[in-house]
């Protein structure tokens, strides 16, 4: 049974900088996409940022050159780097999986694991 545990969530100021984690254990194929995800109460959730298995990575246009997707392999853990915040990032981030699939997605329709969600507030 694959699981997905984010963590690294917090409240910060705008202008600052917060680094999500998702611990991955169960997993069995070396095939996968991976993504992060957000959502705001009343809001459809969105894919922000996501990454194969090869390291190829895609973003959505709002957190192009802020955020930074990354993983390590040897520890089973996707990460979210996430520089020069703003309020409207103020959101419920949530980690995802695909397995056997590498294709670049950012719908949630094209995952099937789910993390339970780590909350990210901005202030001005």
């Known amino acids: 049974q694959v699981q997905l545990v984010e963590s690294g969530g917090g409240s910060v100021q705008a202008g600052g900088s917060l680094r999500l984690s998702c611990e991955v254990s169960?997993?069995?194929?070396?095939?996968?996409?991976m993504a992060w995800f957000r959502q705001t109460p009343g809001k459809e959730r969105e894919g922000i940022a996501t990454?194969?298995?090869?390291?190829?990575?895609n973003y959505v246009d709002s957190v192009k050159g802020r955020f930074t997707i990354s993983k390590d392999s040897a520890k089973n853990t996707l990460y979210l780097q996430m520089n020069s915040l703003k309020p409207e990032d103020t959101a419920m981030y949530y980690c995802?999986?695909?397995?056997?699939?590498?294709?670049?997605?950012?719908?949630?329709?094209?995952?099937?694991?789910w993390g339970q969600g780590t909350q990210v507030t901005v202030s001005s």
């Open positions: 990454i194969n298995s090869y390291g190829n990575t």
């Open positions: 995802a999986a695909k397995w056997g699939y590498y294709g670049l997605r950012l719908s949630r329709y094209d995952y099937t694991d």
């Open positions: 169960g997993a069995k194929h070396s095939t996968y996409r």
